[in-house]
């Protein structure tokens, strides 16, 4: 039971990770020069995560499961869950701003070669990536896992992963290509974020929360804490870092931490009186 459990989770990954490079391949052949011009991605990203919901309906359907079991229930409490997300993702990052700012640590100007079509082009690349990641790490594998090795280990291991992924995914990147530290914490601060966002998806049953979340988050960061050497443009605001913190970046770690720390108690709040409406005959294991 556990390995074909397994086998199952492991299986929807490699069908993930074909999805994508088939969106990359169909985007590269057929999109027009257009969908490119402002250097985000959003074309591969879209296609992917349409990808991927087909892949997630083919295995519910060969286990004739409904769209429940892998964290897709659409309705009122979903939109509800998912905008709780979205608030509070922008509001970690527009409070560790604040607090970085009044702490002296770095300020930010207005980043006046941003325009309209790289705001819309950068909320949909934004919008469809996150997508892409929470219906990978959050969705069916997690779920199909989470049965066959328990709750706690099945956060722990899909974390690992998406730790993983980031390195991967941006580990040749400028800031990071030297290896050491930066490396290393292109895989942790992800893996830190994986692990509230698991929490998110297995309390409350779907992956509204923690797809709001982490849109919420990466869409505000972008706009905020995007500088010169990372993968996307700069966004409404150019940070400039002061002259003591130049080459210090624990103190920008601490905060991530700090914040993730606040995120996750955020999550296990909003769960906690849900979980609480159950009737005492159902009790939930504490994540």
Known sequence: MLL??????????????????????????????WASRDGQPWPVMTVGALLILGVTALCL????RGWATAGLRPGWAWLRQLAIGLCSGAALVGGLAWLLMLGGVLYWQPNRPFTMALMLSGTTYFVFAVLVEELVFRGYAL????EGIGKTKAIVVMAALFG???????????????????LVWTAVGPLVGAIVFGVAALRTGGIALPL???LGWNWMQWQFFTFPGDDNPIGLWNPIVTAHYADNPAVFRLGYLVAMTVALLVVLAITRKKQGLRAPTLRVASL
């Open 143 to 146: 779920r199909r896992l989470a």
């Open 4 to 33: 074909k459990t397994l086998g199952k989770a492991l299986g929807f990954l490699v069908l993930s990770v074909a999805s994508v490079v088939l969106a990359a391949m169909l985007v590269g052949m057929f999109a027009p020069a």
């Open 61 to 64: 359907r060969l286990e004739r």
């Open 212 to 214: 709001g979340l982490h």
């Open 164 to 182: 993983g992924y980031h390195v991967l995914s941006i580990g040749s990147s400028l800031s990071v290509k030297s290896g050491g530290s930066e």
